[in-house]
């Protein structure tokens, strides 16, 4: 037998080869859809793009990772965030050309540092990342979350709303309930059953609005702008000088969000498909949505924390969810409707998703028996907590190393430099 077929996570409801039937198959994928749909078109919306080609590029760019992954690693690609500020400078000053060349360059970054892990193989990961550094990471990812969960759950237009708060507080109660008390396939599904409760609150509560819903056709293309096709070719070079290096730093992420996958499924993708492989598969879902006209991709921590919580862990429901994704983006009244959700409802489910993600962290650290008797475990797990978490960052010119990159580099460096035992331990 293959060890895809031996091993199974018996705490999985559906693990990662299960294939659930169709009714299930299809609730499942549409609960992935409602929880990655907010972010992935709101970075269109900061930059300047439509929706509708971010979410037919997250889709598309998902199943490409599925299968450069073979199918192995249960995990959706939506818009990233950490390009954003650089590529509203190119939009403002080039237009999206600039973009897309931009897109194309850090994907072509993740592709060559595929090639090199492949080559050389990945077995320094365990060395760069014990579960001293590891869990703190994992907590910091999930932890990082916690402000925008708060300000979606509590402000309209920057303001302090009851109504919203209201509604984001009914969601997770309603979310809460479904995840403990419910039994059978509809404890499966407790966010997509969070999010449709919340929504007929809000409804309720006189804020959602209908207008893009009632305007919106049943049919339309994605806004493509494919290179080489819709404008005349010209080499950008502050696009690729300004976005390639970014991509350095979603590669602490994506590694971030595969050790959450792996504590999660109990396996360890650095070795099975391998960390090319996924990073391959990133590189690539980058790259097309470059020449389609989206914004670069990466996997997401809302859909991860929509694993943790359902522990459906299949990669059929994953496909599914991008399979969808691509159907809506010609669909513009389904995907108003999707738009119309109201950011309470996503900041009540995401005070769960998220802290979901930074509890996985914490199981590392106590299932790895962590001794914080030592000050070099204490030291580490500190400053990984405090930077990540404060949300500090690195701002050289257009180029900025994110929280999450800087506590990851902080964690590395500390571990490789600190003594086992500080001198008064010995």
């Known amino acids: 037998m293959s060890e895809k077929e031996v091993f199974r996570n018996k705490d999985a409801l559906l693990d990662i080869n299960d294939k659930p039937n169709f009714p299930h198959w299809l609730v499942l994928s549409i609960q992935h859809l409602f929880t990655m749909f907010g972010a992935t078109v709101l970075v269109p919306l900061l930059i300047g793009l439509n929706p509708s080609i971010a979410l037919f590029c997250s889709g598309v760019g998902t199943i490409v990772y599925l299968l450069c992954t073979k199918a192995k690693i249960p995990a959706y690609l939506g818009s990233s965030f950490a390009f954003i500020m650089t590529m509203q400078v190119l939009m403002k000053n080039y237009g999206y ?4 060349q931009g897109a194309i360059a850090a994907g072509l970054v993740y592709v ?58 009914f969601t997770l109660l309603l979310t809460i309930g479904f995840n403990i008390f419910l039994r059978g396939f509809p404890s499966m599904i407790p966010v997509l059953l969070g999010i449709i409760g919340g929504y007929i609150f809000a409804v309720m509560m006189g804020i959602v609005d209908f207008t893009a819903v009632a305007k919106a056709k049943w049919f339309t293309l994605p806004a493509f702008d494919v290179m080489f096709i819709n404008y005349d070719f010209k080499w950008y070079p502050a696009a690729i000088l300004g976005m390639a290096p970014i991509a350095f730093v979603t ?16 396996r360890n993708f650095f070795k099975d498909p391998g960390l090319n492989k996924t990073l391959l598969g990133d590189g690539f879902s980058s790259i097309i949505a470059g020449f389609a006209g989206g914004p670069p991709t990466t996997s997401y921590g809302e859909n991860i924390g929509v694993l943790a919580m359902s522990k459906v862990h299949s990669v059929w429901v994953i496909g599914g969810a991008a399979f969808f994704a691509i159907v809506f983006s010609f669909c513009g009244k389904i995907s108003a409707l999707i738009q119309s959700i109201p950011s309470p409802v996503i900041g009540g489910i995401s005070f769960l998703l998220f802290g979901m993600i930074a509890s996985n962290g ?15 475990n204490l030291v580490i797990t500190s400053v990984i907590l405090v930077v990540g978490v404060g949300g500090t960052y690195l701002q050289l010119g257009n180029f900025q190393l994110t929280s999450i990159a800087l506590a990851t580099i902080f964690g590395i460096g500390l571990n490789l430099i600190l003594p086992k035992y500080a001198f008064s331990e010995r």
Do not use: C
């Open 97 to 100: 050309p600039a973009v897309g």
């Open 112 to 169: 060559i540092v595929s090639l090199i892990v492949g080559k050389f193989g990945s077995s320094w990961v365990d060395k760069l990342l014990p579960p001293v550094v590891v869990g703190p990471i994992i907590i910091v990812i999930g932890l990082s979350l916690a402000t925008t969960a708060a300000n979606d759950a509590m402000l309209n237009n920057s303001n302090y709303d009851l109504k919203f708060f209201s509604v984001a507080i």
């Open 251 to 266: 590669m602490t992420e994506h590694m971030g969000h595969i050790m959450v996958l792996n504590k999660l499924t109990k």
């Open 362 to 376: 914490l199981q590392i650290l106590v299932d790895n028996k962590v001794n914080y008797a030592l000050k070099r």
